[in-house]
């Protein structure tokens, strides 16, 4: 593609080679990416305009809400509901789905997100991003129930991120590799300037919350342990950590230069599941990283073949790099 592309522009094109595309996905497109711009200026002025600091509420997951976790999520909503290419939206931010008020039509594609990530980093300037996930309805203009959402990662129409750091970009995937597209603010468009990203099958870079290294099970602990020993240990190389407690930035950085993220199984509540959540964060982050050569587990199976029973539901995540994921989800197989 010519520079210049623009995200719209590029959609479309991308559309006319899908037999039976009615224009309807672009159109929903064009409306998150609406949002996504809106949320982008609202991080954006931060201060100025009264959106910093935490809220007296608390979300599904016993998590308080954060203004703009609040504000997001509201935005996110008002621009995609009116349109008629949704059958309903979930959120981490909403207990239930969230129900296309009866004075719009309803349409084919459900809508799931995560409105602010990293929202612990926005008091501190620091990125923070959106994650989405579009999935077809069950059957197309109906309201959708909980059920309806309850579909594996494979079934994912689309997935993308906007990344609110140094400058917003927005990363998606159709299914058809990954790009990356970055806001013009003077002209108010998304330009393609990152074409069909690729991670690196190998890396010497890990990210992992390390604070909750006595709650890891034996093959994390083990994996973790031989890239501190460096070169002189099993790896044979020095590794390099990060950790900006913003998924978001981590896949981002992780598409960019390689590198595993983790946030594994751990001992702290019966299901072991972690922290991440499977619907909006898990399966978007999946798809996109699987379409750019990676790979995504939970140490034991694909993330994107886990059957989902709940929207909140948690789930552990291993993503980035081909090899270095092999290399942990071996030990989770390997010999106790
Ligand atoms: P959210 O802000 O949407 O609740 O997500 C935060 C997530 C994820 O972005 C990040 O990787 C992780 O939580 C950070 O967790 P710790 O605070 O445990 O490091
Ligand atoms: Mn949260
Ligand atoms: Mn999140
Ligand atoms: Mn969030």
New binding site residues.
Partial sequence: MHSGTTLTQFIIEEQRHIAGATGDFTALLNDVVTAIKTISNAVNKGALIGVMGSLDTENV?G?TQKKLDVITNDIMIRNNEWAGHLAGMAS?EMDNVYSIPTKYPLGKYLLVF?P?????NVDINIS?GTIFSILRAPVPNRAAAKEDFLQPGVKQVCAGYALYGSSTMLVLTTGHGVNGFTLDRDIGEFILTHEDMRIPADTKEFAI?AS?QRFWEAPVQRYVAECLEGKTGPRERDFNMR?I????A?VHRILTRGGIFM?PRDTRDPSKAG??RLMY?ANPMSFIVEQAGGKASTGYERILDVEPTDLHQRVPVILGSKNEVDVVVGYHSAPK
Avoid: P, R, T
């Fill in positions: 997951q998590e981490e995560d602010l990530d990293g929202s612990s923070v919350n909750n950790w407690a913003s998924m978001v981590e946030y922290k991440l964060e």
